[in-house]
Every structure is written in C-alpha cells, then in structure tokens.
C-alpha cells in the first residue's frame, strides 16, 4: 500500500505542471504533422485524378517510336545495353532471373548479360556460374562477375560491374533485382524513351506482386506498393519528372550515372541516392506504369522487418546527408520549385513525417490522452483525417478494399519499427548501415508441378517474440481499459480516432504469439 501510495503522490505532483503541459506540445506537434501529410495526400490525389482523366501517358508526354531493323545497317541501328542482375546467395530464384534476362528481345550482338555474384556460398556460386556458362553456349553473351569483397553491398557490386572494359560500349543499363523476371519486350517498351528523349535519363517500370495472394501480409505489402507506384512515382514523373529509382526494373542512360558521380554506398539506398545526384544535374526521368515486372514479395515477417527498416532507415539518413547539397545546387536546369519538391514532399514529409506522425500520435500520443481528460484532441485530427488519408491509400488496390481494416492494423504495427529506422538514419546510430538481403523464397515464381502449397522455412519460436511490440501492446491495452473504464473519450470502441480498437491492437502487437500472426502468414487470400 504505501509503495502504490507513493506512486499515486508523484503523480499527482508531476501530471499537473509536468506531463499535461508536454503532452499538450506533443498533440499540437504530431496535429501539424498531421496536417501536413493530410495536405500532401490530398494533393498528390488531385494530381493523379488529372492525369487519369487527361491520360497523360509517358507516350503522349515524350517521344516515343518503336525500334525498326535498317535493311542496309541491320541491327547496328540498336543501342548497345548492359543488363545487370546483382545477386547474392540466392539459390531459389537465380534461374528464374537469369533465363529472364538472357529471353530479353534484343540483337544478340547489342545486348550484354552481367550477372554480379556476391555470394558467399561456394555451392550457391557454383550453380550461378554454371547457369550462366549453360547460356553462354546458346550463343548469349553472358559475362559471371565475382570480387574479392562485399564493400558498399549492392551499390558496390553494381559500381565494380560498371568498370569492366566492355562496358564501355554501352550506353544504357538495366538493372533486375534477383527475384525479378522482366517480359521479352521489356527492352523494346523502355528504350525508345532514352533513345528519343535525351534529357531523359531513367526510365522505371512498375513492379507486379506474383505472389500478393499467398498471405494476408503479402495482400498487405501490395496495398502499400500499390499506392506507391500508382500515385507517388506517377505524380512525380507527371509533375517535377523526378521520382525515387526503385533500384530494380529499370533502365539507366550511363552517361547520367556517370555525370552524377556513380554509384555511391553511404547509405543503403543507393537507388535513391543515384536518383538524387541525377535530378540536381537536369536530367529528367519517366515512369511507365503500363511496363510491369514480375517479382516477389517477402512473405515472411522477420523478412519484410529487415527491408522496412532498410527502406526506412536509409531515406532518412540520406535526407540528412544530401539537404543542404540540394538546396545549395546551382544547375540552371533545375528549378527551385522542383528543389522545394524534392525536399519537402518527397523526403521530409514521405519518409519522416508520415512514418514519425502514424506511430508517436495515433499509438503513442493520442492513446495516452485517455488519462488526461483536460486535453482535447479535435476530431479533425483525431478522426477526420486519418479517415480520409486511409481511403486515399486504400483506392490505389480496389480489389483489397474489404480488408483495409487489416491493413489499418498492420500498417500501425510497422509505424514502429519504421519510425524507430527513421531515427536511426537521422541520427547515425549503430544500426544505419545494417544491409540484409530480403529473404526469397522463389515459390510464386516457379510453374506450379502438383496442389501442394509450398513450404516456408521454419521459424523459432525465440524469433518470433518481439519484446517491443509486446510493450506496445501491453500499453495499448492498458489505455483501452482505462478509457473503457474511466475514460470520457471512448476511444476504445472508435476504429477512426485511433483508428485501431485497442483490444485489435494488442492482437496485431502480439503477432508473434497469436493465432493472427500465424493467419496472415499462412492464409491463402486467393480467393478474397
């Protein structure tokens, strides 16, 4: 009694003068970040709605006219292309990408297939090298890089692949991610655009989820991706034609890659970087959302955590390291609008705001409201707007609309370690340069040969306990039952203040434990 008694009398001695004035700071904060991503939404909404309905497609805004063989040149006529495939260990998909590859509808004598092999498994190298050799002697010129080291990881292998001697007489690359499968005429859709347009220097395609259907996490991931490819790189490339690289399913023109300095590893977006660097030099870059690619989509949690934190992490650390170079470039060819835009909505609100904004207010701050009655949070930003900025995410994949509470859900379960990313890119700390490679499992891609659904590898129990959560969702709970209880705002019962009821929330936080998490790993959504 007289421990709980202290405890009771050094809150009531703090709350008033200490804890009600900081939270109070915090809502009007996380309110005017609120705001700020509600504008950004609404915007990039307008935007797209405009190019929908005067569809304004890449062919009508920049030059476009097929590849045609010359009777008397043949196919001299045809730019020479380099076509790189960065891979490390990864025994499930390498066929799959590399015969994607080398099936490219392109002159054989003006196309190279590189394939930079980082692995580190003997066994795994040695299955590389032969399916290269194996296409070798079909007459494709397939060239099997390998180094000494893994320095600078993806950016490293793809700067060491750009030094070799036949390099030189190429002037575009694409660039596949190990797990992606380009279509035969990928080439021929991309490259009239570099060909006709030389200010252009990046054309990006979309990616296409072949394995969307597998889980309720992968259903998940494709909502978020959706929105990302039709709305955020569309606006972008519609309006300032400027947009993240993707850093797969995309074709480079090199002398842009050169002009902006190459490929650089300071950080683990080198994609991003590259993309940044080639803006500030004038060039521009288009997005073909009617050219897709095929590939993969972690289908398992401890997965998607180590590329969320990637995604996360490296965009902030860049923002830091490149803000005051974009703001201080000087090339005529780029104008202070499209600096602005660069660095307030395409880094500060989409990579920082929106993930700080979702965790700290709508699981942090705006739950912890229940045990102050004296601050109000306005329903504007408590209700209206997240409501409104959901439906805008949720229209980009109409066909999941039905489970856009789920998402709800899960998206606030990795505002946490996307927001915890954020402040490790922004701060340096000891996790910024930490690189793994998403895990592929290579089962969606392959031609199915009987019923069975295929195997995951096993997961340990020890793994699949995540300490954070947990507290997360022990403090989430405990705010419900308080508000259930006690409290005047009722939060607990709405879906659209938190938006999350927080008994749900606790179920999504305990993931690792509960028979949700083993649903949306498992579940087959094929028919939903």
Same mark, same amino acid.
């Not at 070798?136 to 490293?156: C, H």
């Not at 490296?314 to 060819?333: C, S």
């Given at each position: 009694m007289e421990i709980s008694g202290q405890f009771g009398l050094i809150w009531e001695q703090t709350r008033a003068p200490l804890m009600v004035p900081v939270l109070k700071v915090m809502v009007v904060v996380c309110l005017a970040m609120s705001l700020m991503l509600f504008i950004e939404r609404v915007y990039m909404g307008i935007v797209i709605a405009f190019v929908k309905l005067l569809r304004r497609k890449p062919e009508k805004m920049y030059k476009w006219e097929p590849m045609k063989d010359d009777v008397e040149l043949g196919y001299s006529g045809y730019p020479m292309v380099l076509v790189q495939i960065p891979m490390y260990n990864e025994k499930e998909v390498y066929q799959l990408s590399i015969g994607a590859a080398c099936g490219l509808s392109w002159?054989?004598?003006?196309?190279?297939?590189?394939?930079?092999?980082?692995?580190?498994?003997?066994?795994?190298? *040695? %299955?590389?090298?032969?399916?290269?050799?194996?296409?070798?002697?079909? +007459?494709?010129? =397939?060239?099997?890089?390998?180094?000494?080291?893994?320095?600078? !990881?993806?950016?490293?292998?793809? /700067? $060491? +692949?750009? /030094?070799?001697?036949?390099?030189?007489?190429?002037?575009?690359?694409?660039?596949?991610?190990?797990?992606?499968?380009?279509?035969?005429d990928f080439l021929n859709r991309s490259i009239p655009f570099l060909v006709n347009n030389p200010e252009l220097g990046l054309v990006q395609a979309r990616w296409k989820f072949v394995n969307s259907d597998e889980c309720l996490m992968t259903r998940m991931q494709e909502m978020s991706l959706d929105y990302h490819f039709i709305v955020e790189q569309e606006v972008g490339s519609s309006t300032y034609a400027f947009f993240g690289f993707n850093g797969t399913a995309?074709?480079?023109?090199?002398?842009?890659?050169?002009?902006?300095?190459?490929?650089?590893?300071?950080? *683990?977006v080198e994609d991003m970087d590259l993309s940044v660097r080639a803006s500030l030099k004038g060039w521009k870059? =288009? !997005?073909?959302?009617? %050219?897709? =690619?095929?590939?993969? %989509?972690?289908?398992?949690?401890?997965?998607?955590?180590?590329?969320?934190?990637?995604?996360?992490? +490296?965009?902030?650390?860049?923002?830091?390291?490149?803000?005051?170079?974009?703001?201080?470039?000087?090339?005529?060819?780029?104008?202070?609008?499209? #600096?602005?835009?660069?660095?307030?909505?395409?880094?500060f609100v989409r990579k920082i705001v929106a993930h700080i904004v979702t965790f700290v207010f709508y699981c942090v701050v705006l739950p912890a409201t229940v045990f102050f009655p004296e601050i109000e949070v306005p329903k504007w930003g408590a209700v209206y707007i997240p409501s409104i900025i959901t439906l805008l995410n949720a229209v980009g994949t109409p066909r999941s609309l039905h489970l856009v509470l789920f998402w709800i859900l899960?998206?606030?379960?990795?505002?946490?370690?996307?927001?915890?990313?954020?402040?490790?890119?922004?701060?340096?700390?000891?996790? =910024?340069?930490?690189?793994?490679? *998403? $895990?592929?499992?290579?089962?969606?891609? #392959? @031609?199915?040969?009987?019923? &069975? @659904? @295929?195997? &995951? @590898?096993?997961?340990?129990?020890?793994?699949?306990?995540?300490?954070?959560?947990? +507290?997360?969702?022990a403090y989430l709970f405990l705010c419900g039952c308080y508000d259930l209880a006690f409290g005047k705002n009722g939060y607990s019962y709405s879906c659209s203040c938190n938006p999350l009821p927080s008994f749900w929330q606790l179920l999504v936080m305990l993931e690792p434990l509960c028979l949700l998490n083993y649903f949306i790993e498992q579940s087959d959504l094929s028919t939903l």
């Open positions: 002159p054989a004598d003006r196309i190279i297939i590189q394939v930079l092999d980082d692995s580190t498994d003997p066994a795994i190298k *040695t %299955l590389v090298q032969l399916e290269c050799q194996r296409w070798a002697s079909k +007459g494709v010129n =397939v060239k099997y890089e390998i180094r000494d080291n893994r320095n600078g !990881y993806k950016a490293g292998a793809l /700067k $060491e +692949g750009m /030094k070799h001697s036949y390099v030189k007489q190429c002037d575009y690359v694409a660039i596949f991610d190990a797990d992606f499968q380009p279509e035969p995309g074709v480079w023109r090199i002398s842009a890659i050169n002009e902006a300095g190459g490929w650089k590893d300071r950080t *683990t870059f =288009v !997005y073909a959302g009617d %050219l897709k =690619v095929k590939n993969e %989509l972690p289908s398992t949690f401890k997965a998607y955590r180590f590329q969320q934190h990637r995604w996360s992490c +490296g965009p902030a650390n860049l923002f830091k390291k490149t803000v005051t170079e974009i703001m201080r470039n000087k090339v005529y060819r780029v104008s202070l609008w499209k #600096k602005l835009y660069v660095i307030y909505s395409f880094f899960f998206e606030n379960v990795m505002s946490l370690h996307r927001t915890k990313a954020t402040f490790i890119g922004l701060l340096e700390a000891g996790r =910024v340069n930490e690189w793994v490679v *998403t $895990e592929k499992l290579g089962d969606a891609l #392959k @031609p199915k040969s009987d019923g &069975k @659904p @295929p195997r &995951k @590898p096993r997961i340990r129990i020890g793994e699949r306990v995540h300490l954070l959560e947990l +507290g997360i969702g």
